[in-house]
């Protein structure tokens, strides 16, 4: 079964600051994917950053960077310089390997607020 | 340059109707999903399907079902409607690639509610 933690419904920060927002899985499947999407007041949902299992570098994606530590099964969002518009629901995601165990599994969001 | 289409934006539907929530996707993706959000509960999924035809139930299939025809076609069905159906529902598709880059694209959503 595949389950995704995140611990933070709400968080801070000041504009131009980094923020680190937490997300936790767990997984039996040894090939995974793990996702970060963010998703504003308009309600569309937005592809920030992807890892998988099997790669050995960190994801960057501009002011994003994706903390992977598989052994503590984690996968953190780095914001680096926030910015107002980064205020938003953030949603962590985990996909399993193909066929039938290709289930698309989120959180339950962490909502940035970006204080100017 | 529209990805996945979801028909309805806003629906509004009696208890006890069958409602049909229809999702289109134009990237030929092999894997389809059916999402419902609430308030401090996140995407919840209900059905996904992997391949024409096939389907797995998610987290919350009760009170659902879905079908899968073509490739690009996915339905959520909601057999007979109740008040805590009422929900946004999203359709998300993402293809079957898991060595690289993957992302899933999301429907504009369907505010559904219940009445």
């Known amino acids: 079964a595949q389950k995704i933690t995140q611990t933070q419904p709400g968080m801070f920060v000041q504009e131009k600051e980094a923020v680190t927002l937490d997300c936790t899985y767990d997984?039996?499947?040894?090939?995974?994917?793990l996702f970060w999407y963010k998703q504003p007041s308009s309600g569309e949902m937005i592809f920030l950053i992807y890892q998988g299992s099997y790669d050995q570098q960190n994801a960057t994606e501009g002011r994003y960077s994706l903390n992977f530590q598989k052994a503590r099964k984690s996968a953190n969002l780095v914001i680096s310089a926030s910015q107002l518009g980064d205020s938003a629901m953030y949603f962590c995601?985990?996909?399993?390997?193909?066929?039938?165990?290709?289930?698309?599994?989120f959180g339950k969001g962490t909502l940035l607020t970006v204080n100017p | 340059d529209v990805k996945v289409t979801q028909s309805s934006r806003y629906l509004v539907k009696r208890t006890g109707e069958k409602v049909f929530l229809e999702c289109v996707q134009d990237m030929d993706h092999e894997n389809m999903f059916w999402y419902r959000q609430d308030p401090g509960l996140g995407l919840r999924l209900i059905y996904f399907?992997?391949?024409?035809?096939?389907?797995e139930k998610g987290d919350i299939p009760e009170g659902y079902s879905v079908s899968r025809e073509k490739k690009e076609r996915f339905s959520l069905i909601l057999e007979s409607a109740s008040t805590n159906q009422t929900s946004m529902y999203l359709c998300?598709?993402?293809?079957?690639?898991?060595?690289?880059?993957?992302?899933?694209?999301f429907g504009q959503g369907t505010r559904l509610t219940v009445v």
């Open positions: 998300a598709s993402i293809n079957r690639g898991i060595t690289a880059i993957t992302e899933a694209f």
């Open positions: 995601a985990m996909r399993g390997s193909g066929g039938s165990n290709y289930k698309l599994t």
């Open positions: 997984t039996s499947d040894p090939s995974y994917g």
């Open positions: 399907s992997y391949d024409v035809k096939m389907k």
